[in-house]
């Protein structure tokens, strides 16, 4: 079984991560990141990888989407702030 929503989070975590060269990025940040945006998304759980395939499709295209960005850009913003590791905080936005 498979949550989609963690495979997209995943991958657009890295991806927004390219934008913000400032950001910490350990382990730790990157922990508080996905962390901060998948209690604030919705699960989606597929059984199948073609299902897999075709939710993931079915989010790209849905509201959840918009709201993810939306969700992990918050979580950069706030971790990037406050790094649990020490390192120093950054405005990102
Ligand atoms: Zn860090």
Redesign the pocket.
Known sequence: MTNVTWEVVQRDYEKLRAQFPRF??????RGDVLVFALNRLSPHYVSTRQGEVLTELNLASDQERAKLDVILLEAFRKVGLA?????KPVQLM
């Open positions: 910490c990025g350990c382990d730790t940040c790094p649990r590791c020490g390192a």
